[in-house]
């Protein structure tokens, strides 16, 4: 089983590559599933047939879905959906639009997710190909799982303890109806079923992210920055694909040669970037590639002989490595500096802000029971320093 995520900046190409890449996938013998988080839902137009909330059979062995967010909603949300309407009503909200105020930002996104890990549990595919939302809604995503598990790990029971006892007075007291239990059940269920998002989305006997871009500046800075912030997230990126690549002219047209001098200087650059990650190549297309066959030869450009499935390798994005007495927390951050890193420790948790992207490790029990004495950033490794702290550590 193998999950890869696409993503990239908005216009390079990443629906059509994600596409592509699942009609490759089928022709060689991969029962192959391939949806969106996207809300733009240009999925089916790039395979010229519509998608509908199943799976839809597109060819042997490829299937796409477009998946039905409002009715996926429905079921997540109702029970808090349900309470903040009562809260808006009691507040004298019109009912119109205290139903558009308790709208979750992100829904479509977010539970497009939870179809994403439903599929990969199912036990059906080979491989599912998932075409993220442009680069900042991506991350955002990502990185939702972990920020809710805090808050409900950490916030939510001494909320829900309170709230128990001081309901009748605080409901009468404020006039307004207070969250029963029924409620945070239905928030604690969300955060279980983001929790396995992530779980599926990280293992990394399965999973990983592909970068899609074109050789231009301004996109090539963006996706230095997502390898970053997927990396510290946790999650591993297993190869780079540079779209819209002009083939090498023989100068008879100089229009086309400057193009090529243009983008031969940041292909170089991607490749000093990105290494020792796998880069693909896509030509630039006489027009744009929509339906299997267009696809198809698309695919078989950009990937050739190459296992296009192979699952990444080396070192976990984040891992523990013992030093004698003393333990290391190394975090993986390509591209990041030592100007760039902010680095604190919250109790039992170390907060980790790169390039304003802030990410809350909840520390492992040895590690809680340390002190933090001292941090190194080099060649696009953090490492934390952890020292047994006399006072609560017992040797085994």
Same mark, same amino acid.
């Given at each position: 089983m193998r999950v890869v995520l696409f993503t990239g900046k908005g216009g390079v190409g990443k629906t059509t590559t994600a596409a592509a890449t699942a009609t490759l996938a089928a022709a060689r013998g991969r029962k192959t599933l391939v949806l969106s988080t996207d809300p733009a839902h240009s999925l089916g137009d790039a395979f010229g047939s519509p998608l509908g909330p199943e799976p839809t059979e597109l060819d042997t062995g490829l299937y796409g879905q477009q998946v039905d967010t409002q009715l996926r909603f429905e079921k997540a949300w109702r029970e808090v959906q349900a309470y903040l309407r009562t809260v808006l009503d009691a507040a004298g909200v019109d009912p119109i639009e205290a139903e558009e105020l308790t709208v979750l930002p992100g829904a479509d996104e977010v539970l497009a997710l939870l179809e994403v890990r439903a599929q990969v549990r199912s036990g059906i595919w080979d491989l599912v190909v998932v075409d993220c939302a442009p680069t900042a809604e991506t991350l955002r995503l990502l990185a939702l799982p972990e920020a809710l598990s805090w808050y409900v790990e950490r916030v939510f029971p001494v909320q829900r303890r309170m709230l128990r006892s001081l309901r009748p007075v605080l409901t009468r007291a404020a006039g307004v109806p207070l969250p029963q239990d029924r409620v945070f059940a239905a928030l604690e269920r969300l955060h279980q079923e983001l929790s396995e998002v992530r779980q599926v989305l990280t293992d990394p006997a399965s999973a990983s992210v592909r970068l899609v871009l074109t050789p231009e500046a301004v996109v090539l800075a963006e996706a230095r920055r997502t390898l970053t912030s997927v990396s510290l997230y946790g999650y591993r990126v297993d190869a780079v694909i540079v779209n819209r690549v002009f083939p090498d002219d023989d100068g008879a047209d100089p229009w086309r040669a400057g193009w090529v001098a243009a983008q031969a200087g940041q292909l170089?650059? @991607?490749? +000093?970037? #990105?290494? !020792? &990650?796998p880069i693909y190549r896509t030509p630039y297309r006489r027009s744009e590639p929509v339906g299997l066959p267009e696809l198809a030869a698309m695919a078989a450009e950009t990937y050739r002989d190459a296992d296009a499935f192979a699952l990444p390798r080396g070192p976990e994005p984040l891992r523990v490595e013992r030093d004698g007495d003393e333990f290391d927390l190394v975090v993986e951050l390509p591209h990041a500096g030592r100007d760039d890193v902010d680095l604190a420790r919250s109790g039992d948790d170390l907060v980790i802000t790169v390039g304003g992207r802030r990410r809350l490790f909840a520390l !492992? $029990?040895?590690? %809680? %029971?340390?002190? @933090? *004495?001292? +941090? *190194?950033?080099? =060649?696009?490794? &953090? %490492? @934390? %320093? #952890?020292?047994? =702290?006399? $006072? &609560?550590? *017992?040797? !085994?």
């Amino acid at each position: 089983m193998r999950v890869v995520l696409f993503t990239g900046k908005g216009g390079v190409g990443k629906t059509t590559t994600a596409a592509a890449t699942a009609t490759l996938a089928a022709a060689r013998g991969r029962k192959t599933l391939v949806l969106s988080t996207d809300p733009a839902h240009s999925l089916g137009d790039a395979f010229g047939s519509p998608l509908g909330p199943e799976p839809t059979e597109l060819d042997t062995g490829l299937y796409g879905q477009q998946v039905d967010t409002q009715l996926r909603f429905e079921k997540a949300w109702r029970e808090v959906q349900a309470y903040l309407r009562t809260v808006l009503d009691a507040a004298g909200v019109d009912p119109i639009e205290a139903e558009e105020l308790t709208v979750l930002p992100g829904a479509d996104e977010v539970l497009a997710l939870l179809e994403v890990r439903a599929q990969v549990r199912s036990g059906i595919w080979d491989l599912v190909v998932v075409d993220c939302a442009p680069t900042a809604e991506t991350l955002r995503l990502l990185a939702l799982p972990e920020a809710l598990s805090w808050y409900v790990e950490r916030v939510f029971p001494v909320q829900r303890r309170m709230l128990r006892s001081l309901r009748p007075v605080l409901t009468r007291a404020a006039g307004v109806p207070l969250p029963q239990d029924r409620v945070f059940a239905a928030l604690e269920r969300l955060h279980q079923e983001l929790s396995e998002v992530r779980q599926v989305l990280t293992d990394p006997a399965s999973a990983s992210v592909r970068l899609v871009l074109t050789p231009e500046a301004v996109v090539l800075a963006e996706a230095r920055r997502t390898l970053t912030s997927v990396s510290l997230y946790g999650y591993r990126v297993d190869a780079v694909i540079v779209n819209r690549v002009f083939p090498d002219d023989d100068g008879a047209d100089p229009w086309r040669a400057g193009w090529v001098a243009a983008q031969a200087g940041q292909l170089a650059e @991607v490749a +000093a970037s #990105f290494a !020792p &990650l796998p880069i693909y190549r896509t030509p630039y297309r006489r027009s744009e590639p929509v339906g299997l066959p267009e696809l198809a030869a698309m695919a078989a450009e950009t990937y050739r002989d190459a296992d296009a499935f192979a699952l990444p390798r080396g070192p976990e994005p984040l891992r523990v490595e013992r030093d004698g007495d003393e333990f290391d927390l190394v975090v993986e951050l390509p591209h990041a500096g030592r100007d760039d890193v902010d680095l604190a420790r919250s109790g039992d948790d170390l907060v980790i802000t790169v390039g304003g992207r802030r990410r809350l490790f909840a520390l !492992p $029990s040895a590690l %809680r %029971r340390c002190l @933090v *004495t001292g +941090a *190194t950033m080099l =060649d696009g490794h &953090l %490492r @934390v %320093r #952890f020292q047994p =702290d006399p $006072s &609560l550590w *017992t040797s !085994p």
